[in-house]
């Protein structure tokens, strides 16, 4: 008799995330290359968690979609001498499924402290994400039709149709983030209210998007280090815990489907909520792969928070804002703190989950999931003691 | 090498793709079927990705289908497309049941719906390359 994988990391609390760091801001970084950021990012996540250089003997090195950093480049310049070293994909779509591959690196004993290391000088190196250099062998450019923007609007709008509902309605979203980036000092908007007018007002990049429903272009670096949960203890900082992670992939935004990558966000759902143990109604704060407003929806639907067809409902009358029922993405995320490609959200769940974010702290905070896109679609959940 | 003010991109052309441009030169819409397990498949790739069957035999699409989904791009991406921005692209469905983007065209963004019908029209943009593009279906 055979049996089905469980297709689902789960550590309970056996591996931990003990140190995060980043640049120390975020926007751009003209006086330096993303080499340097990322030791300012390294030096600070040492720091953080009382680890030294020669402590890290794992690393995983996702070169940022500007400045190319090679991975054994990388470990001359952060000083390491690692048993385990990986290049990693710069794509946002993987880093959920980083997660769950460093803490396998760590629960099979390959090695003790391992930091992934993502640098990226996207805006000072000018990278755009839609345009001549973005053809490879699509039709697309043919037809004007280019950047994941695009498709992301493409969707909606088709979901909008499906469902009857209300497009207006999205502005929840961006409104909610920019309202947490309005507490958080690293957050590039911190000083830029945005108000319904305005974004009601806002222009369309490719409608139904507006501006305000696309992520920032920004350089910044982040780096965390996972540890085995026993040596974690000794530690500077409380552990936060993998309580599991999983993905699947085989749906894709890019592909015009037809359920908005549903059920592969009800399979991973149904892994990591057993595998945790818990549940949408346990979750304190929702972590989510903010590249554009709408894959919220289809993240609330997929893992069960809300029924099909009416996440833009649930995500009304401040429900996804702190202080609300499912606060999202409280840095800001990155339509309104930094978009680094899914790492900067978990070093805010990291900081939840110790009571490290003052005025956008969600009291109490003890489970923390993290949604990221399909073509992977991907999530994990950390917890603490 | 023809020389043309035509600046927009044009579609890169491979191997496997050769076939589907050649026809769209002559004004037909095609596309690969299996011949083995039937299934319809697009864009072109050398083997059926339902069966992994190489055996392959392109077929002429009827060139009607409906509006599955459309956005206005209204970001200057392209030089070549700026001067009609905004502008419109869709996913057609195809009465076949395949899904690709392509242009609306002789149609006006306001009255662009979801679900309309449409067919195809072929734009002759260079002397080697022809864009299978749609317009509201004559009824």
Redesign the interface.
Known sequence: MTSEPAAVAAFGTGVAIVGVGTTNHYGQYPEMGAFGMAQEAFRNALDDCGLTQDDIDGVIVGTGTGESTPYDEMVRVLGIKPRVAYPYSNGGRLFGPSIALMASLIDSGQCDNIAFVYTNNARTAHVRFGGQDVGGGSIHPAYGFTSPGANAAMEFNRYLHEFGLDREKLAAIPLAERKHASLNPMAIFKDRPLTPEEYAEGRYISYPLRIYDYCIINDGAIVFIMSRSDRARDLKQPPVFVAAASQQAGWNIYHHEDDFEYEAYQRVAERVYGAAGVGPSDIDALMWYDAFSPFLLYYLEGFGFCGRGEALDFIQDGRIELGGELPVNTSGGHLSETYLQGRAIVVEAVRQLRGECGERQVPNAQVIQFIGTAPNASSFILTRE | MTVTDYN?????I?PD?QPYWDAAKEHRLTAQRCDDCEKLRF?PVNSCWYCLSPNTTWIELSGRGTV????????P??QG?IG?L??P?C?VETEEGL?????LVNIDNAEIE??MPIEVVFDDVTDE?T?P?FQPAST
């Open positions: 927009k991109p044009l579609p890169p491979s793709s864009p599955w989904s459309y956005i206005i791009m209204h970001q991406y392209y497309f009609e905004p502008y692209i996913v899904r690709f983007i392509s242009n979801i679900g390359v864009l593009k």
